[in-house]
């Protein structure tokens, strides 16, 4: 059974993720972990991306999910060279991710949030993004990005760091999916 997502009330979601040792990226626990962690986003129909805080592991973790690689498909502006490369993947681990580089450039998009349920709003962010982490077997890499990714990753990384996307955004909204609309 996927783990329970914590909701925008959630004392957890505030607080500063820490760090995964090096040594115990490969442990049972945070395998453990990871594992749940992607249970908990492919439960999801509508979400790309989960941080560890959002499940309840206040540690500096996010999985993106291989999702990603239709939304990217389908949005030709979207097919540079970096997300190219990135549409191959499947779901991907980052620990102790570090945002090295983002454009001066912005854009403004459309967030949600599995954990600020049926609120969207407009939030700018960097065009692109350059992350540095480490993957579920203790290997570190950078992977830059433009476009939806270098979005999700500016996004985990807030959640990290205590930060949901209704703290930066503007024209904040409700639209609840037709299932929730059709049972009231």
Do not use: W
Not at 20 to 38: C, D, L, R, T, V
Not at 111 to 119: A, Q
Not at 132 to 141: L, Q, R
Request: charged letters at 30%.
């Amino acid at each position: 059974m996927p783990k329970k997502i914590f909701q925008k009330e959630a004392p957890i979601l505030r607080k500063m993720a820490v760090e995964i040792s090096a040594n115990s990226i490969k442990s049972p626990k945070i395998q453990k972990i990871i594992e749940e962690m992607k249970v908990a986003l492919e439960s999801q129909d509508d979400g790309v991306a989960i941080a560890g805080p959002q499940i309840g592991y206040p540690l500096r973790i996010f999985v993106v999910s291989k999702r990603i690689q239709d939304i990217v498909k389908e949005s030709k502006s979207e097919l540079t060279e970096d997300n190219k490369k990135y549409k191959t993947l499947a779901t991907t681990v980052y620990i102790n991710p570090v945002i090295k580089k983002i454009s001066k450039k912005k854009m403004v998009v459309e967030e949600g949030c599995l954990s600020v349920r049926y609120l969207y709003g407009k939030v700018s962010r960097s065009l692109k993004a350059t992350i540095v982490a480490y993957d579920e077997n203790g290997k570190k890499f950078t992977r830059g990005a433009t476009g939806l990714l270098a979005q999700i990753f500016q996004h985990e990384v807030d959640h990290l760091n205590g930060i949901l996307f209704i703290d930066k955004a503007k024209h904040i909204e409700e639209i609840l999916p037709k299932s929730v609309v059709s049972s009231k």
